[in-house]
């Protein structure tokens, strides 16, 4: 008797199908790694923007001062939040916004 055993083309065709499903995944899961990164790299930016305003509230100081991460932590944050991507925020004064030079805010 013959046993029955793939034959080349068989197999090629599923290695075929496997390449594209693959080509198909891959791109869409980077773009939401991407997409995830950034979303939490602005809320980080939020936080920071709150921390920063809270704590010229709380001082009394004008707008033009500019604090560094240890007037936040740990009064204001727990932690000093990190970018996904391991840049550094930059805190900017009291009327500019907290920017990551990464992730541009929405």
């Known amino acids: 008797m013959r046993k029955r055993a793939f034959t080349l083309v068989e197999i090629m065709i599923v290695i075929l ?5 693959l080509a198909i995944a891959v791109p869409q899961f ?7 990164q ?4 602005w809320s ?7 921390a920063k305003h809270m704590w ?5 100081i004008d707008s033009s001062s500019t604090p560094v991460m ?9 932690a000093t939040p990190e970018c996904p991507t391991h840049d ?4 900017g004064d009291g009327m ?3 920017v990551c030079p990464e992730h541009a805010a929405p």
């Open 17 to 21: 199908i496997i390449g594209l499903l």
């Open 30 to 36: 980077i773009k939401s790694r991407e997409s995830s």
């Open 38 to 41: 950034q979303k939490a790299c």
């Open 44 to 50: 980080n930016q939020q936080k920071l923007e709150a």
């Open 56 to 60: 010229m509230m709380d001082y009394g």
């Open 70 to 78: 240890a007037d936040l932590v740990p009064e204001y944050i727990k």
């Open 88 to 91: 550094v925020y930059d805190l």
């Open 96 to 98: 500019t916004p907290v």
